[in-house]
């Protein structure tokens, strides 16, 4: 069983809808991170929050906003999306920047 | 540019074998490395993390080494069974949020 909680598993969605991808630890971390992977590729660090403020965004585009309510909650926006970002998007945490990546299951998401 | 490199990107092996992974990096320079195992359509799983300034470290039939002056680290497994069929990936930390990846080895252990 993982510690890092992703919901929801599967995600199905049109190019104008807007959905969110939610995921939780308790941990007690304080460093949590989106990734993208493609089928057959390594993740793809998207962006990382450190005490809950924003410090890497490797550049994505706008229509992906992540937010991080609190230490234990971290959320990305989609909006317009398109099909090539059909991808399984990880969540994961680590105790401090540079400790050991705890990932959780990922969302399987679908762009039609 | 830190780039990593893993080799073989597929190994199949029978039950019971000894195997060992290899991983490749191409600045010295590391803070740390770590191993971890993906099953198919799962997150990722940490394995083992070795401090730059660590040989080696152990877990169950597994051992991951380092050797940061050839850009190498190798994960032995050792009495392989099915269950440790999935693939596995190194990733390079520089002492920042980044990882490096490597694109991961497919392991299949055949019964």
């Known amino acids: 069983d993982t510690e890092v909680t992703q919901t929801p598993k599967h995600l199905v969605m049109g190019m104008t809808n807007k959905k969110s991808l939610k995921c939780e630890q308790h941990?007690?971390?304080?460093?949590m991170y989106w990734y993208k992977q493609k089928a057959k590729k390594p993740p793809e660090l998207m962006f990382v929050?450190?005490?809950?403020?924003?410090?890497i965004n490797e550049s994505v585009p706008s229509r992906f906003s992540p937010e991080c309510p609190n230490s234990s909650l971290l959320n990305l926006h989609l909006h317009a999306l398109q099909p090539e970002d059909s991808a399984l998007y990880l969540c994961?945490?680590?105790?401090?920047?540079?400790?050991?990546?705890?990932f959780g299951n990922g969302t399987r998401l679908t762009v039609t | 540019k830190q780039e990593v490199t893993q080799i073989p990107a597929a190994l199949s092996v029978p039950e019971g074998e000894n195997l060992v992974l290899n991983c490749s990096f191409t600045?010295?320079?590391?803070?740390?490395l770590q191993w971890f195992r993906q099953d198919p359509g799962k997150g990722l799983t940490s394995l083992l993390l070795?401090?730059?300034?660590?040989r080696e470290q152990t877990s169950g039939r597994l051992n991951a080494s380092l050797d940061k002056s050839s850009g190498r680290s190798t994960l032995y497994i050792a009495a392989s069974q099915p269950g440790d069929s999935a693939t596995y990936l190194c990733a390079v930390g520089g002492g920042s949020e980044k990882l490096v990846f490597g694109k991961g080895t497919k392991l299949t252990v055949n019964p």
């Open positions: 600045d010295s320079a590391i803070y740390n």
């Open positions: 070795i401090q730059s300034s660590q």
């Open positions: 941990m007690g971390h304080r460093a």
């Open positions: 929050y450190s005490y809950e403020k924003l410090s």
């Open positions: 994961a945490s680590s105790q401090e920047t540079a400790g050991p990546l705890h």
